[in-house]
């Protein structure tokens, strides 16, 4: 509402009348050429009300059932992971396999056995070539995720259970060639290693209970969380923890 003056045509007399104006406002460029052109009429002491009406309905279906199913695994599955470009899905099982499924038409691609316990974690490298799996032994094995069959080579990587995995990222690794990961245990430890040499080029070492978490960060760090309720942060080139 604005106040505007009226001069009565029979009297003469002025009169200041307050005049309901309605304005669309749709968009940030409509708010804020009214809120230049009445900016002497709206106060910050008092709340300016906005009438508004939705200009589309939307009605959404809620999901009421499922869209496929992938079957395959014996036993509980107990990680999955997308492939970088988001064309395959992998998973791991009691079962002790590492299965390869195309997201797309819902099938298996490949099976792979190698595994003598329970696979608990999953990795891809960031350029989707190689493929990394943890279990409950301590056991990492490297696999080709393109074709399946034997794994590319076997690590006992740490003396309990292995609780996550992460690839170094392809922009900070040396010649984007992707062959570092890290590695986190239950027997409190992480390490770094290269996929290429199988062979362990850090171990981190500072924590006081398991270590159920590890992340690569994009800036030469690897952060790492502990059951002894500490986040610790490594330098991933020198093994150097903060």
């Not at 009565?8 to 749709?26: H, L, M, Q, S, W």
Request: glycine fraction near 10%; hydrophobic fraction near 30%; proline fraction near 4%.
């Amino acid at each position: 509402s604005k106040t505007t003056q009226f001069i009565d045509p029979a009297t003469g007399e002025r009169e200041n009348r307050t005049v309901e104006e309605e304005i669309d406002i749709t968009d940030h460029a409509s708010l804020k050429s009214f809120l230049k052109q009445y900016r002497e009429h709206v106060s910050a002491e008092r709340t300016l009300e906005l009438t508004y009406q939705p200009l589309a309905l939307f009605k959404v279906r809620p999901v009421t059932r499922c869209t496929d199913t992938l079957p395959g695994h014996t036993e509980a599955i107990l990680h999955v992971s997308y492939s970088p470009d988001g064309r395959h899905l992998a998973s791991g099982g009691g079962d002790t396999t590492v299965r390869f499924w195309d997201v797309n038409t819902c099938t298996p691609r490949h099976t792979c056995r190698g595994h003598r316990d329970h696979v608990l974690c999953t990795a891809w490298s960031p350029d989707g070539t190689r493929f990394a799996s943890g279990d409950k032994r301590g056991y990492i094995l490297l696999w080709d995720p393109t074709r399946g069959g034997d794994a590319l080579g076997t690590v006992r990587g740490h003396t309990k259970w292995i609780t996550g995995m992460a690839w170094e990222p392809m922009h900070s690794s040396e010649g984007g060639m992707c062959e570092r990961l890290v590695t986190s245990s239950k027997d409190s430890l992480a390490k770094v290693w290269n996929a290429r040499t199988k062979r362990c080029e850090a171990t981190l070492a500072g924590h006081l209970d398991s270590v159920e978490s590890v992340k690569w960060g994009g800036e030469g760090l690897i952060y790492t969380a502990s059951r002894d309720r500490t986040i610790k942060v490594w330098n991933a080139s020198e093994g150097e923890g903060k």
